[in-house]
Structure formats: structure tokens, C-alpha cells
């Protein structure tokens, strides 16, 4: 079992079959600070979390309550990217169908398509989606250690 935080899946996924799918697999979803799934780039996807936490002391009791499960496996906490940083939900949505029309156009496919949607989002940002996945990789760090150190200290 692992709890893994998150800015939400990658804009460049369907959004509400991969919130199904985790659901399906009996991973809950919960926001940390939030009620809506983050988008990556962007801090709303217009999709409610089930669950929502307000500090790393709630996030760490709702890992004890999963972990004590029988059976139970993985559990995401999703919080958006860093205040500042977010990118516009509908320029984002833009950059991807334009990428995609790309890929598709030139052929490509499979596991080919990500590193080009990517790079296709990082031209068409100037470089902000970089900049975004940066800071979120440090918020998410910096997250889920203040939930590890909740963990090791018992109410």
C-alpha cells in the first residue's frame, strides 16, 4: 500500500475515466485543500473529489483509516499546482486538441504521442508548462513529507 500525492493526472488524459477507473480499483481520491480534481497545469478540472483533507495531521488519519483495511491497496491525495504558477484550464485544453492534431498528422502513436504532446505543450507555453511541472514537483515533495511526518507522530 502507498499514498502518493499529486497535482492529478496529466491534462492530456480523459479526466473522468481516469477518476472512474481509480474508483473502480478502490483508490480513494482526496483532495488536500481542495474539492475539485486538479488538472496538472491547471487548478481546476471541474471534477469533485469524493473526499477532501485540510493539513497533513487529516491526510495522515485518512491513510491510517485506509491502510487499516483489510486488503486495501493505494491511496491519491491531489492538491493544485503552487498559487502563481497555475495555467489556464482552456489555453491548456487548447495547446493539447492543437498537439494531438499534431501527433496525429505526423503519425505518431503510442508510446511515441506523450513525449510529443509534451513537447508540443512546452513550445506552445513559452516554456511555462516546465515551469509549472517544476513547482509542483517541489509542492508535491514538500506535501507528502509534512503527511510522512504526520504519520510517524501518533495523536
Given at each position: 500500500?502507498?499514498?502518493?500525492?499529486?497535482?492529478?493526472?496529466?491534462?492530456i488524459?480523459?479526466?473522468?475515466?481516469?477518476?472512474?477507473?481509480?474508483?473502480?480499483?478502490?483508490?480513494?481520491?482526496?483532495?488536500y485543500?481542495?474539492?475539485?480534481?486538479?488538472?496538472?497545469?491547471?487548478?481546476?478540472?471541474?471534477?469533485?473529489?469524493?473526499?477532501?483533507?485540510?493539513?497533513?495531521?487529516?491526510?495522515?488519519?485518512?491513510?491510517?483509516?485506509?491502510?487499516?483495511?483489510?486488503?486495501?491497496?493505494?491511496?491519491?491525495?491531489?492538491?493544485?499546482?503552487?498559487?502563481?504558477?497555475?495555467?489556464?484550464?482552456?489555453?491548456?485544453?487548447?495547446?493539447?486538441?492543437?498537439?494531438l492534431?499534431?501527433?496525429?498528422?505526423?503519425?505518431?502513436?503510442?508510446?511515441?504521442?506523450?513525449?510529443?504532446?509534451?513537447?508540443?505543450?512546452?513550445?506552445?507555453?513559452?516554456?511555462?508548462?516546465?515551469?509549472?511541472?517544476?513547482?509542483?514537483?517541489?509542492?508535491?515533495?514538500?506535501?507528502?513529507?509534512?503527511?510522512a511526518?504526520?504519520?510517524?507522530?501518533?495523536?
Amino acid at each position: 500500500p502507498v499514498a502518493v500525492v499529486s497535482s492529478g493526472a496529466k491534462s492530456i488524459l480523459d479526466l473522468p475515466a481516469t477518476l472512474e477507473m481509480l474508483e473502480t480499483r478502490r483508490v480513494p481520491v482526496i483532495g488536500y485543500g481542495v474539492d475539485e480534481l486538479p488538472a496538472f497545469y491547471s487548478t481546476s478540472s471541474g471534477l469533485r473529489v469524493p473526499h477532501r483533507v485540510d493539513g497533513p495531521r487529516e491526510a495522515a488519519d485518512a491513510v491510517r483509516a485506509h491502510l487499516a483495511v483489510p486488503g486495501s491497496g493505494g491511496l491519491l491525495i491531489v492538491q493544485p499546482p503552487p498559487a502563481g504558477l497555475a495555467l489556464d484550464a482552456s489555453e491548456v485544453g487548447e495547446w493539447i486538441e492543437e498537439a494531438l492534431r499534431a501527433a496525429t498528422d505526423n503519425g505518431i502513436r503510442g508510446g511515441a504521442v506523450t513525449p510529443q504532446l509534451l513537447g508540443f505543450l512546452a513550445h506552445a507555453s513559452g516554456g511555462r508548462t516546465l515551469g509549472v511541472n517544476i513547482g509542483l514537483i517541489v509542492n508535491n515533495a514538500r506535501t507528502a513529507g509534512m503527511v510522512a511526518s504526520a504519520l510517524t507522530h501518533r495523536p
